[in-house]
């Protein structure tokens, strides 16, 4: 009997131990259990973050070719820009030349203007003078045919005579 107790005794031990390593291994099972769903829940947040971040990609990586392009069309603008700025200067250059000319044109057309007029003048003052002389000429043409007829009246008195 005795060997019967020691005998229940060691396997009442050895149960207890067992008990004890089933307790043991049962708050490990729960400690893995937690474990595991906090690993799932970080997973699932791991994953929800995952999904923002290859959205927020997306977004980002649209705005970038939004960015690119908004460049190009900046460059090309900056490109247009400058050579409208060169035809501007271009033309600007052209209008003070033709400005230049046409003031020089404008100071001959003055200068011929007073050419003009002092022709003119010379020409009233020539015309006055011509008409001057055509009056002495009448003047003169007039006494001419007065002597003129003198004189024939004379020849004719002397070759009546």
Do not use: H, P
């Not at 043991?24 to 829940?41: D, F, G, V």
């Not at 052209?94 to 404008?106: G, I, N, V, Y």
């Not at 007065?146 to 008195?157: M, R, T």
């Amino acid at each position: 009997m005795e060997k019967i107790k020691e005998k229940l005794n060691s396997l009442k031990l050895e149960s207890e131990s067992w008990q004890e390593k089933y307790e043991e291994l049962r708050e490990q099972l729960k400690e893995l259990e937690q474990s595991n769903t906090e690993k799932e829940n970080e997973i699932k947040s791991l994953s929800a973050k995952n999904e923002q971040l290859d959205s927020e990609v997306e977004k980002l990586e649209s705005q970038l070719s939004d960015t690119k392009q908004l460049a190009e069309d900046s460059n090309n603008l900056r490109s247009n820009n400058e050579n409208y700025t060169k035809k501007n200067q271009d033309l600007e250059q052209q209008l003070e030349d033709s400005e230049a000319k046409l003031k020089e044109a404008m100071d001959k057309l003055k200068e011929a203007d007073l050419n003009s007029e002092q022709m003119g003048r010379r020409i009233v003052a020539l015309e006055e003078e011509r008409d001057e002389w055509e009056k002495k000429c009448e003047e003169f043409q007039s006494k001419y045919e007065e002597a003129q007829k003198e004189l024939d009246e004379i020849a004719n008195s002397l070759e009546n005579l």
